[in-house]
């Protein structure tokens, strides 16, 4: 009897193996959940771990009324700290009852009903970054778990990871999600330390490329526990040679905006400029309750957000540096380029751009240029107005730590 006891139990266990195995084999991302760079708020820029159902509640009524929605802002990301220290007896994740006395259930809820998308924050390690239930050990538990809560969107951590093999561990998060069968975007917040863009393209819909950012131009904030933030032109120059690996539904993430955190407008515009000309997922960072007029007129300029929707999905690269003027260049569906001038200088400079002498080449997708033989039309996209062509040289004045963005149409 022990042994037919014994044969039945090894029978169910090698069973059991060789469907995990087959959802290891049938894993992976849900395919086509990104094909332009997501867009929308996450709660970690401002608020931290402070956050409770009347700020979601707050900020998708002001994400509709304002017209952050119907610009693309479609998705609300809880970042860390919706949750419990603890789990459940049944090992399952507690939405923290006192921030959440509704359920999450019905704060998810009341953004679907909104016409918004949902997003929650977890982390690949056995504790978050802040110190709640990391979803090492119970992956596929977790993913049921938000896929019963019908959330759209997963941002997956990189802290208390000692002795994890990043490819591996999100590897198994993307089967879990694949697995648990409800379609949700995937984001790997992974920093850039284990070069996420060489393999995450079958696992995520993107990943971050770097540390967190901080809002300032260019500098780097070091926290006491020994590591960095970076202004947002430090994490535009901080990986060479990787755009090659983004591109529609597999994203390189430059992290959450600064626009409307303490940064002047000008270095605002700069910032959101270089995060569309990057094709980078624009997600807002800032309270919308207190937001002014002058941020709220960036994030939804319509212009400079098809630059960051457009098809091709090709992130832009730096051209030429003249005098402290970076000239970014980013390839457009029907022969269009978007150029920008970045001041990244302390004082105002004269730009003197003559376009013959400036033909443009895109070494990794092979696109070109030849302003000899093409004349473009030039648009301001700040301004949504034609200002010439490409026959004459371009003459401006651009103010320290400005951006001139402009399109060419040919």
Sequence with gaps: MKKIILGFLLSISSFAFSQGNTHKQQGGK???????PPMGWNSWNTFAT???????????????????AAAGYNYIVLDDGWMTHERDANGDLVPDPEKFPSGMKALIDYVHNKGLKFGLYNCAGTKTCAGYPGTRGYEYQDARFYAKLGIDFLKYDWCNTEGITAKEAYATMSNALKTAGRPIVFSLCEWGDNQPWEWGKPIGNLWRISGDIYPCFDCEFKHPENWSSWGFMKIADMRKDIRKYSGPDHWNDFDMMEVGNE????????????????????????DYRKMSKETLAILTNKELLSVNQDKLGIQGFKSAILDGVEVWVKPLSDGAWAVSFVNRTETSKKVNFDWKKNNIKDADFGYEADFSKTIFKIKDLWENKE???????FVAEIASHDVIALKLIP
């Design 263 to 286: 940064m002047n407008d000008t270095e605002d515009k700069t910032h959101f400029a270089m995060w569309c000309m990057l094709s980078s997922p624009l997600f807002t960072g800032n």
């Design 30 to 36: 849900f395919e086509g959940l990104a094909m332009t």
């Design 387 to 393: 200002i010439g062509n490409t026959k004459k040289a």
């Design 50 to 68: 402070n956050i409770d159902e009347k700020l979601v509640k707050e900020t998708a009524d002001i994400m509709v009324s304002s017209g952050l």
